[in-house]
């Protein structure tokens, strides 16, 4: 009954406030039935710096700027456009962010809803029929202590439901959301992304290591045979790196990959699907976990792993694996032969990537390391097209030489995925990229400091 402990997850609280799928695809590159495209992004100046919401009828061309046009807002971790609706996400280590929604309206002008939404820490995100779900793996409930007072981890999931403005979080009370001993292993996870496919949501499982609560069990069960040392004597760290006494931080099984498959958003009792050949199913940026478990047009789920355990400290914890992916069939449970090692197609054979999006048909964006992860301080601002049909990784030419950063959304549209490139001293553009030939074309420019989200919308009201 190890997993099946119950936990408390901080409700989220819904605030009346001031009238002041990160992947859309839509309808065509110009506006249509009133729509338009909306670009959020970050102004620096000597007055300071502002948060504006731009709108405009194109992404293949033009320059837009905020002089009679735009809505000003505090800001996001994550921009996420889903059915018309866009949602500020805001992240805020160890606190309860705060989070509001915007429309368009049918005068053309963006417009913030009345609802205001404090929601718990999350990690990662996804989205299934009218919600955004927010996710992160927290301390459970006091009442579910050991004998020590360690407390077990469990899933914290908020629901955002962008039709009726509504946000509901997970009821734990029933156990049903344990994540200790998760694997069968032990240790507890965290999930990356949430990917609906038909019915079902395809969750990346990421293995967290042993809380003080999974060390302590019966005696030190789950800590394998040369990983003692790995139990940490005292708290310490700072931030996403902060640590306990008792804990053990990171996966002893860094050489698997794991995807929870959940029939519903209720998410439990889901089934495992696992594989030996890539590692954990995910990208990381600190204490994010960026989604890399997609479906293709046709229902298959491909699983990519940057192979991120490559960067542990301690030889044990380190993945031998490359970067690369695998693929559970549409309508399977479980992995099949598919295997290709995305890795060895790098310059040097030993890149990997931060993020991917699905970008149409078989093919995938990836955002791509200008280094091994094992040098010191990679830097993700290249990108490439990978078509999983003919495996083959191609990088994109065509891209700016002095490129800052590269956006957090994407938009998919008659062969060409659409992506944010932020530029040093310069204003930052919208680049079309065709998936066949891997050739970026600049779209429209924005003035703006930074692009930090953009997707298209139809008039919600």
């Known amino acids: 009954m190890y997993r099946s402990l119950a936990a408390a997850v901080i409700p989220a609280m819904i605030l009346c406030g001031c009238s002041d799928s990160d992947e859309p695809t839509g309808a065509g590159n110009e506006s249509d039935g009133g729509g338009k495209f909306v670009f959020a992004t970050t102004i620096n100046s000597s007055k300071g710096t502002a948060y504006d919401l731009i709108t405009g ?76 779900i ?33 946000s509901r979080s997970n009821d734990t009370s029933t156990g049903a959301y344990s994540m200790e ?77 794991w995807v929870a498959i959940y029939d519903n958003e209720s998410m439990t009792d889901p089934i495992l699907a696992k594989t030996d050949r890539i590692s954990t199913p995910c990208g990381r940026y600190r204490s994010q976990y960026y989604q890399t478990v997609w479906a293709t047009d046709n229902g298959d789920i491909y699983v990519f792993s940057s192979s991120y355990a490559k960067t542990m400290t301690d030889a044990g914890q380190r993945t031998k694996l490359p970067a690369g992916v695998c693929r559970i069939p549409a309508g399977s449970t479980s992995f099949d032969d598919y295997y290709c090692n995305i890795e060895a197609q790098t310059p040097g054979g030993d890149r990997s990537f931060m993020r991917c999006w699905p970008a149409g048909g078989d093919c995938f964006l990836m955002v791509m390391y200008d280094r091994s992860l094992t040098e010191k301080n990679p830097v993700a601002t290249e990108l490439a097209v990978f078509d999983a049909g003919s495996k083959k990784l191609t990088y994109v030419t065509g891209l700016p030489e002095n490129v800052s950063s590269i956006g957090k959304t994407v938009y998919v549209q008659n062969g060409n995925v659409y992506i944010p490139v932020n530029v040093e001293n310069e204003d930052p553009a919208i680049y079309a990229i065709n998936t066949s030939s891997a050739k970026a074309v600049k779209g429209v ?16 009201e």
């Open 57 to 132: 009828a194109s992404i293949d061309e033009g320059v837009l700027t905020t002089i009679d046009n735009g809505l000003l807002n505090t800001g996001a971790t994550q921009w996420v456009f889903h059915k018309n609706y866009l949602y500020a996400l805001t992240y805020n280590q160890g606190n309860a962010g705060t989070t509001r929604s915007y429309i368009l309206g049918s005068d053309g002008e963006m417009r913030a809803r009345d609802v205001e939404y404090r929601i718990s820490r999350f990690s990662s995100y996804g989205t299934y029929n009218d919600d955004i």
């Open 134 to 166: 927010t996710m992160s793996t927290g301390d459970g409930p006091a009442a579910l202590a050991d004998a020590q007072g360690f407390l077990p981890k469990t899933l914290l999931i908020t629901y955002l439901n962008v039709v009726s403005e509504t």
């Open 181 to 257: 001993n998760f694997l069968g292993n032990g240790e507890y996870v965290t999930l990356a992304g949430a990917e609906q496919s038909g019915s079902r949501l395809y969750c990346g499982a990421v293995p967290m290591g042993l809380s003080q609560y999974g060390v302590a069990y019966e005696n030190r069960k789950w800590v394998r045979p040369g990983f003692e040392h790995l139990v940490h004597e005292e708290a310490g760290g700072s931030g996403s790196g902060s640590y306990k006494a008792g804990e053990l931080v990171g996966t002893q099984y860094p050489d698997e990959c």
């Open 445 to 460: 420019t924005v003035k703006a400091t930074e692009i930090n989200g953009f997707g298209y919308l139809s008039p919600a």
